[in-house]
């Protein structure tokens, strides 16, 4: 990979504040101090295409650099610029990070992003899938952070997932304490809150 540019040339993320991804690379940034742009991406465009073959989001531009995939775009942030390491060194917290960040990108957003509608009441099928991924989180979950005795990539990729879900559907996570607690102490920090949008206007 070329050497990164420097932080004159800040990143640009394209994608949108929805996006539970483009959410977590912006948080990424953030945790690590490291100056970004959010450019919207024509969604579907050629341009997009042009940038990721599959047209999804986010996608990283940094100089010459082009990063697609929200595992390549984290890690590249994380390994690029001086900050805070969001990797553990340790490799059972390190295995346990990459855990999270699969189960996050496979099965919660595939139950609880992808399977809970935005615009129209949710049915009860897709209300029960989502539960159940909730439920099996909430058993594994850990609080402070779910990987290691710092934060990780791992919280980055949840914490918008599980924003998600309060969003649309606040009542699948009743009763769900040990997510409910890990999530009260990532929502306070400065890389939740400056990544919030008004749900009303998505």
Known sequence: MPAPEPLTN?????GFPVSTFTRTAAMTCIEKGVPYELVPIGYG???????????????????????????AVTNYIDAAFEGPALQPAALPA???????????????F????????RREPPTGEELAAARRALE?????VSSPFLAGDSL???????????????????????????????????????SFERTAYDPSTV
Not at 52 to 68: A, I, K, S, Y
Not at 110 to 117: I, S
Not at 164 to 189: Q, S, Y
């Open 94 to 108: 390190r295995t346990k990070m990459l855990a999270w960040m699969s189960l996050c990108a496979d099965y919660i």
């Open 136 to 140: 099996l989180v909430d058993r594994m």
């Open 152 to 190: 990780s990539l791992a919280d980055l990729y949840l914490a918008p997932q599980i924003s998600n879900a309060r969003e649309k559907a606040p009542e699948v996570l009743d009763g769900l304490g040990a997510i409910e607690a890990w999530f009260t102490g990532i929502a306070a920090r400065e």
């Open 110 to 117: 595939r139950d609880v992003v992808r399977g809970l509608p």
């Open 10 to 14: 800040p990143l640009r993320l394209r």
């Open 45 to 71: 465009s050629a341009e997009h295409a042009a940038l990721h073959p599959f047209t999804r989001m986010p996608v990283l531009e940094h100089g010459d650099v082009v990063v697609f995939e929200t595992l």
